[in-house]
């Protein structure tokens, strides 16, 4: 069973959320699941997003088990309560609508979900899911309800019981080895419960696992042992001691027991040469480090929960939701164990948050062992829930990584690299050097000048301050250090620089004199946008040089370029006008380099007259402020 759409509408903090979940669509991984990871500020709605998919799979599964919910009253039947309480506020009604694909006896079929509070009739929820709800109930317009297209009895009891299913919430954790909880929680054995039919026995969600994830694995050690020939035996054993090598980092250790008598049996050895274990490397498994017991505990469970199915993890099925999936992980287990466990289960369909923009460039640059890419290149999805909506971003495009990077960039380390890159450019070649924000302000002056047939381009050298990606050492900081930089070093300026920043930017008044106490070698300025332009300044979002283009070229772009900068007047939401994703930033630059007309590009003759200007002789050179 895979999770196909989620739709969210007025429900806490979310204003709507839409999300067609990602699949593979080609090749030998056709149909299968990629992984979606939300992200998004403290509040944002990442967890009550989440807490609906968890719903929807609890409440499929009451259909078929007994011990899914735990005995009592009626409030212990739910996992989690609707109603008003999780409405917006200012709201008439809250939906909430998820569509899940399975299959039933070779069969294909869609499994419902639908949780709606406040007035909202049938025909009105049909229509926002797009006609697709087939729920067999009408529910009444002015009454709270919740429900599911699960029907006890149909084939989904086998799929729950052959694959893995569960949610590891943000308060995981396991009790450390040094705590005296006066039980006997720390001793292994094997595992010998009985299996009663109309029970799961696994589960949904999981906030500590290693006890019985100790048992599972002594049962696995057994089973090596007593059938040593036995071709799952030695597969799954295989597996086990593949996550331990991959958590480590090391190829030449396995899960070991330790002699008779001793009081903790189950450890992790040392392997000699011909893969032998050989000396005990870690006598037991609480001495894992809090990082390591969190990734193993992750894994062995999703490896536990299949093995009644004598799957091999390429094969194991099922949806695993990860709340901070980062937790208590160093910065190596997030950006190098963590996706190369996740790889392991290509089959699964992981759906996590995270705030670490480490894990996310992790997930980007894993490489198998060819050299390729395993997630890069669209093999993952990041979607990042901002102000009550979602928008799909890339690893380095969400607001919490540029807020880090901002601190990175006021670093004493930060300013050093940048100053490097400056001395480089500037020693390089005699041409008067102009420098500007990112590689798309380059590509669009470069396409402006080749429009308005400025022919003398040549004279100049125009460089970015940043990289390809615009926001790794570069940008508007970046602009800002160059400048204090050559205004403190001005002997190094043996030819003319000229530092071009975007509309939304402004020179302090202690700057604004430079150009004379460098004799002219030493430019800054600040272009003008388009008095028209719908292009806004927010609190998070600069104009851009895409500022300078009118209105009528701007209204083409496509809207999922676009995200609406408003502001709220009297309780009333209204759209002041539009930013220009960062991650958009280069498809948005091809787009207009591609389809602007020669006229749209008027704007941009104040950069010439710059370029004019700095081509001068000094001694008719005349400031430009």
């Known amino acids: 069973m895979y999770l196909k759409k989620i739709l969210i509408e007025n429900v806490g903090p979310i204003e709507k959320i839409d999300i067609e979940l990602p699949f593979h669509s080609e090749g030998e991984k056709s149909d299968q699941p990629k992984p979606l990871i939300l992200v998004g500020a403290n509040g944002s709605g990442k967890t009550i997003l989440i807490s609906h998919i968890v719903d929807a799979i609890f409440e499929f599964q009451k259909q078929h088990f007994t011990d899914v919910t735990k005995p009592g009253g009626q409030l ?6 609707g109603g008003g309480s999780n409405q ?9 609508y998820l569509k899940f694909s399975c299959v039933e006896n070779g069969v294909k079929k869609e ?31 002015k009454k709270n309800y919740k429900g599911t297209t699960a029907k006890s009895g149909e084939g989904s009891e086998l799929d729950f019981k052959q694959n893995t299913y569960c949610f590891f919430p943000a308060n995981r954790s396991e009790i450390p080895h040094w705590l005296n909880t006066e039980s006997t929680d720390g001793y292994e054995t094997f595992q010998f419960k009985q299996k009663l039919n109309g029970r799961l026995e696994k589960p949904l969600v999981i906030s500590s696992s290693l006890k019985e994830n100790k048992a599972w694995l002594m049962d696995v050690v057994l089973d090596q042992h007593a059938y040593p020939d036995e071709v799952l035996s030695k597969l799954r054993w295989a597996e086990v001691n593949k996550l331990i090598q991959d958590i480590f980092g090391q190829k030449e250790i396995a899960l070991g027991i330790a002699p008779r008598g001793q009081l903790y049996r189950l450890g992790i050895w040392n392997k000699d040469q011909n893969g032998k274990l050989k000396t ?16 193993l505990n992750l894994f062995v469970t ?11 993890l390429e094969g194991i099925e ?3 939701v990860i709340d901070e999936i980062d937790l208590h992980l160093h910065t190596n287990l997030q950006a190098e164990v963590l996706p190369k466990l996740i790889s392991l289960f290509p089959k699964i369909q992981f759906i996590v948050t995270t705030h670490s923009p480490v894990f996310l460039l992790g997930m980007e640059n894993l490489k198998n062992e060819k050299g390729e890419k395993v997630f890069g290149d669209g093999n993952f999805v990041i979607r990042e829930i901002i102000d009550g909506k979602e928008r799909e971003v890339e690893a380095e495009g969400f607001v919490e990584y540029k807020e880090i990077f901002e601190k990175i960039k006021s670093s004493k380390k930060f300013e050093e690299e940048v100053e490097k890159q400056l001395l480089e450019k500037i020693q390089k070649g005699t041409k008067p050097l102009i420098f500007v924000e990112g590689p798309t302000d380059v590509s669009y002056i470069e396409k402006a000048a080749e429009r308005l047939k400025f022919s003398r381009f040549g004279e100049v050298d125009l460089e970015s301050i940043s990289n390809e990606k615009g926001n790794k050492n570069g940008g508007n900081g970046s602009l800002e250090t160059a400048f204090k930089f050559l205004k403190m070093k001005p002997d190094l300026l043996g030819k003319k620089v000229l530092i071009i920043r975007d509309p939304e930017d402004s020179i302090n008044e202690k700057d604004k004199g430079i150009e004379a106490e460098t004799n002219g070698k030493l430019l800054m300025r ?17 104009i851009g040089i895409e500022g300078l283009f009118p209105k009528s070229l701007i209204d083409k772009l496509d809207k999922k370029w676009l995200e609406e900068h408003t502001k709220t007047v009297g309780g009333v939401s209204e759209v002041r006008g539009f930013y220009i994703h960062d991650d958009c930033k280069k498809e948005v630059c091809e787009w207009i380099c591609e389809n602007a007309a020669d006229n749209d590009f008027t ?6 007259d710059m370029i004019e200007e700095i081509l001068k002789p000094d001694s008719e050179s005349k400031s430009l402020a």
């Open 76 to 81: 212990s039947s739910y996992f989690k309560f």
């Open 88 to 96: 917006k506020v200012g709201s008439s009604f809250g939906l909430s």
């Open 111 to 141: 499994l419902e979900y639908l949780d709606k509070s406040g007035e909202l009739s049938f025909e009105e929820a049909k229509e926002k899911t797009g006609s697709e709800l087939s729920l067999d109930t009408r529910f009444e317009e």
């Open 280 to 295: 005990i490397k870690l006598e037991q498994l609480n001495n894992l480090s809090a990082g390591q017991t969190v990734l």
């Open 302 to 312: 999703i490896l536990r929960y299949s093995d009644s199915a004598s799957l091999l």
């Open 318 to 320: 099922g949806i695993v």
């Open 526 to 542: 600040v272009l003008s946008s388009s008095e028209e332009s719908p292009l806004k300044k927010n609190n998070k979002n600069g």
């Open 603 to 608: 704007n941009f003759r104040q950069i010439f």
